[in-house]
């Protein structure tokens, strides 16, 4: 459910540490930390919390994104913040999709998600597409149950092998279009005007505050 009123006057009224961040990845948690501050929010992690990480039961990033803000906000009493995102290959049909941190392995290790990408575009053959694109769903909950959700993308190719160590995830192997630079090479504020995470952002930002 997408929508506006009592949320939009709170959330102006957040005070800092008042909003909780609902992810457990410290490179999602930097980047959402920055394209708050514009704001005066200062957010507090679910991981600061002590929250536990919630499993991923939902077949799309926003059902994933609600799932996981929705928990955050029932036991934490405070409006929370989540962001369900991945990286979706022409080639490979969208996979990783929804399941790209899970590529990781429990190691969470993106060489090797990567790795795992490279070999499957490899699989389809020399002409298959390196077309990719990343999604970000941002789902905001509040504690009485209302939840207003955003969804941004980025189109760019996967070069391979990965170029920079910016970022987190898969960055290093995607290239954006129109740009040179991988988001992996670039300087996070280049890739905060362009990400999906900046995507969803502007929405979210245009709805709430
Ligand atoms: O669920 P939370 O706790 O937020 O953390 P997570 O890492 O499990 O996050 P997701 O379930 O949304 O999985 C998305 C994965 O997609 C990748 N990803 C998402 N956004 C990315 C970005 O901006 N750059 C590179 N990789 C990204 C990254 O590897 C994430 O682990
Ligand atoms: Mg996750």
């Known amino acids: 459910m997408s929508g506006e009123g009592d949320g939009r006057q709170a959330i102006r009224k957040l005070a800092p540490g008042k909003l909780v961040i609902a992810s457990h990845n410290e490179g999602k948690v930097r980047e959402i930390k920055a394209l708050l501050s514009p704001f005066g929010i200062e957010p507090i992690s679910a991981g600061s919390l ?16 609600e799932l996981k803000a929705m928990q955050a906000a029932d036991l934490s009493g405070l409006p929370s ?26 190691g969470k290790d993106f060489a090797v ?19 990719a694109h990343f999604v970000c ?20 190719t996967l070069v391979w092998p990965p170029r920079g160590a910016n970022g987190f995830g898969y960055d290093a192997m995607f290239l954006p279009n129109g740009h040179e630079q991988t988001f ?11 990400s999906h995470r900046a995507d969803a952002f502007r929405q979210l930002v245009a709805a709430v505050f």
Do not use: Y
Request: hydrophobic share 40%; glycine share 14%; charged share 25%.
């Open 81 to 106: 913040l989540a962001d369900d995102s991945g990286l979706c290959v022409e080639a490979l049909n969208g996979d990783p999709g929804i399941f790209s941190a899970r590529w990781a392995g429990p």
């Open 50 to 65: 002590g929250l536990p990480e919630p499993e991923e039961t939902g077949t799309t990033f926003v059902a994933n994104a």
């Open 137 to 156: 769903a941002l789902a905001l909950a509040w504690p009485d149950g209302h939840v207003e959700w955003f969804e941004g993308r980025v189109d760019g």
């Open 184 to 194: 992996g090479e670039m300087a996070p504020e280049a890739k905060h005007a362009m």
């Open 113 to 131: 998600a990567m790795e795992l990408v490279e070999q499957k575009i490899g699989e389809k053959g020399p002409a298959a597409s390196r077309d």
